[in-house]
């Protein structure tokens, strides 16, 4: 097969339907001129866990143990994304526009942000969020 240069990507959509079965929907989705770089893996995670509180709130799925049957993962791992909500909204979305990842590891990782979201006190995590920013940038310009 000739090669044209062309990429036709398609997102899929799980969804549920009437009879409670669920199908998988072809969404197609545009092209578009992607920056250099990577999402760093954090901000992905962020936003899983922002999609996983909707399908909760929504009823698409029962409860976590679903959503780790459905993902592939241990219930364990689910708890560990939802926690991420835990977090002050303002560190939220800083974590959602970390800047791209262009080399190498991403300077913030889950597990740095871990014992923030397990402080209950905003005010107390946003002063280890300062913390873990500072590191991470000093980690940047060390490499």
């Known amino acids: 097969m000739p090669e044209t240069g062309i990429t036709q990507t398609h997102r899929l959509a799980f969804i549920r339907q009437h009879n409670a079965r669920r199908a998988v ?3 197609p989705a545009e092209p ?21 509180e909707h399908l909760l709130a929504s009823g698409a799925v029962r409860d ?3 959503l780790a049957e459905l993902g592939h993962v241990t219930r364990a791992r689910v708890t560990q994304i939802m926690n991420l909500l835990h977090l002050a909204p303002d560190i939220q979305e800083a974590i959602l526009h970390l ?6 590891r991403a300077p913030i990782a889950e597990r740095h942000l871990r014992a923030i979201a397990a402080e209950v006190d905003w005010q107390k995590q946003r002063r280890k969020w300062m913390q873990t920013r500072g590191r991470a940038t000093q980690r940047e310009a060390n490499q």
């Open 25 to 27: 929907r072809d969404v």
């Open 32 to 52: 578009a001129e992607t920056p250099p770089g990577r999402v760093p893996r954090v901000t992905k995670l962020m936003a899983l866990a922002i999609r996983f």
């Open 64 to 66: 976590q143990t679903e």
């Open 99 to 104: 800047p791209r990842v262009t080399e190498g």
